[in-house]
T-cell receptor, first 115, second 112 residues
Framework: NAGVMQNPRHLVRRRGQEARLRCSPMKGHSHVYWYRQLPEEGLKFMVYLQKENIIDESGMPKERFSAEFPKEGPSILRIQQVVRGDSAAYFC?????????????FGNGTRLTVT | EDKVVQSPLSLVVHEGDTVTLNCSYEVTNFRSLLWYKQEKKAPTFLFMLTSSGIEKKSGRLSSILDKKELFSILNITATQTGDSAVYLCAVVGGGSNYKLTFGKGTLLTVNP
């Protein structure tokens, strides 16, 4: 039973380019979450999605960032016109439900470096 | 704003030692507290605690929650070098039943 799969593991982009981060949830999980980990900081919630729906994007910057979880295929976190401050580790997590006994399982993350 | 504070920030011990990691929190409408172990990749789920005073145990690791004093501890007995990692504490609350608020973690180094 594969865990949460994220790719790429490492991504280098120049300022102004676009970054696309992909996440396939664990089998049987329909809830996907994206978190960002800045250097020396804790993981911070960005967005929560179910298939074809954004449920909560309260932690996502209003500009340049978008997320989707289409009916088929992985969830995508898209960052347009990247800036140096976007350099971070981006973790995707999934869960079976939002019940209190359904913990989040994380992927290995994508480490984005903006040069 | 929900807040999770972990202490110590870092800890160096020798193999065989017992360690206690601390996590205190301030959150409205608390639902659960979770511990994760993060090596240089995915945070790996350890425990989820929802009730006070009930110890959760897995091998050499155990954890307990005190909802009155708003803290949790994670104990690791007979530490091994493979226990070296960042241990993350997170809480769910604040009107959400899914949003985790994380502490900054405790970096544990176990030397042979």
């Amino acid at each position: 039973n594969a865990g949460v799969m994220q790719n790429p593991r490492h991504l280098v982009r120049r300022r102004g380019q676009e970054a696309r981060l992909r996440c396939s949830p664990m089998k049987g999980h329909s809830h996907v979450y994206w978190y960002r980990q800045l250097p020396e900081e804790g993981l911070k919630f960005m967005v929560y999605l179910q298939k074809e729906n954004i449920i909560d994007e309260s932690g996502m910057p209003k500009e340049r960032f978008s997320a989707e979880f289409p009916k088929e295929g992985p969830s995508i976190l898209r960052i347009q016109q990247v800036v140096r401050g976007d350099s971070a580790a981006y973790f995707c997590a999934s869960s079976q439900s939002t019940a209190d006994n359904s913990p989040l399982h994380f992927g290995n993350g994508t480490r984005l470096t903006v040069t | 704003e929900d807040k999770v504070v972990q202490s110590p920030l870092s800890l160096v011990v020798h193999e065989g030692d017992t360690v206690t990691l601390n996590c205190s929190y301030e959150v409205t409408n608390f639902r659960s507290l979770l511990w994760y172990k993060q090596e240089k990749k995915a945070p790996t789920f350890l425990f989820m605690l929802t009730s006070s005073g009930i110890e959760k145990k897995s091998g050499r690791l155990s954890s307990i929650l005190d909802k009155k004093e708003l803290f949790s501890i994670l104990n690791i007995t007979a530490t091994q070098t493979g226990d070296s990692a960042v241990y993350l504490c997170a809480v769910v609350g604040g009107g959400s039943n899914y949003k985790l608020t994380f502490g900054k973690g405790t970096l544990l180094t176990v030397n042979p």
